[in-house]
């Protein structure tokens, strides 16, 4: 399996495909690399597609240590994985949990980005609804611990984000339950503890928000009511952003709309390289 080692020696579980401009998929935190199937096989086709399991999701490696986990090294992880491919450049596509990473990348390694994609991004962010996301958090990693991950995957795939899925395209669904119920019960409430509970919000990073550079896509389903707060607000705070609200869609978009999310990126990868999407913002904004 091809593995590669981050800043601290963490082994990184990867599978790349086709060749072209670069894209890193960062994936959220209900799934891995396999979520990422439909865009690596469409995409694939004109771009080298690369997408990962982030550490604490086998078959990547799992640190038993709080310290190994957080926002700055998911960052770091995600580097660590451009620079070992020989990747200067790449579009940079995250969801929900990934789509923050992304977001942090675009903002701290901007020469890194072609452009960057956040999609199903804000859950948990809302100051309003702050301090209960910190305690669902905890109960969401002790749910992982203390109970059979077949049950833990069974309760968190079917949050209320996640239904339109479920009765859209049941077969799919069940896909997305198998590959939740494959995690690392452990990995899975680490990162749920020092990653989703403890990263800044979107409007902790609304003034460095205002200075984001890259081409930014935010694409967020109409049904995925936790994020679209934070779609909307990433809106309004970033220069480059262009916003797509798919109609009765929910939280787990890369696998419910792959169609969609593929030709999102695939317009979003084409305007990066033309240099035009910048130009279309500001024609929008005049």
């Not at 490696?61 to 310290?67: C, G, K, L, Q």
């Not at 998911?74 to 200067?88: F, N, P, Q, S, T």
């Not at 997305?176 to 503890?193: Q, Y």
């Not at 084409?270 to 904004?285: E, V």
Request: proline fraction near 6%.
């Amino acid at each position: 399996m091809p593995q590669l080692s981050s800043t601290d020696g963490t082994s990184l579980y990867y599978e790349e495909t086709g060749a072209g401009d670069p894209v890193l998929f960062i994936h959220e935190f209900a799934g891995n690399h396999r979520t990422w199937a439909a865009q690596m096989a469409a995409l694939g086709k004109t771009h080298r597609c690369i997408a990962y399991s982030a550490r604490g999701y086998p078959p990547s490696d799992v640190p038993a240590s709080d310290e190994s986990y957080g926002q700055d090294i998911a960052v770091g992880d995600a580097i660590a994985l451009l620079d070992a491919l020989g990747i200067e450049r790449a579009h940079i596509v995250g969801h929900s949990m990934g789509a923050y990473t992304a977001l942090h990348v675009g903002l701290k390694h901007p020469d890194r980005c072609l452009s960057v994609a956040a999609l199903g991004c804000g859950w948990g962010s809302h100051p309003d609804e702050r301090e209960t996301a910190r305690g669902l958090c905890q109960d969401i990693a002790a749910m992982f611990r203390e109970k059979p991950i077949a049950e833990s995957a069974a309760t968190y795939a079917r949050f209320p984000m996640r239904h339109t899925f479920e009765a859209k395209d049941p077969a799919g669904f069940a896909a997305f339950e198998e590959i939740l119920g494959g995690l690392s019960p452990e990995g899975a409430a680490l990162t749920m503890l020092n990653l989703q509970r403890d990263r800044p919000t979107l409007w902790d990073m609304e003034e460095k928000l205002k200075n984001f550079t890259p081409p930014l896509l935010v694409l967020v389903g109409d049904e995925d009511h936790p994020c679209l707060d934070g779609s909307l607000f990433l809106k309004r705070a970033v220069p480059t952003a262009a916003l797509q609200i798919v109609p009765r869609a929910g939280h787990t978009i890369t696998m419910e709309e792959p169609a969609i999310v593929n030709a999102a990126l695939e317009d979003l990868f084409a305007a990066a390289s033309a240099g035009t999407w910048m130009n279309h913002q500001k024609d929008h904004n005049t």
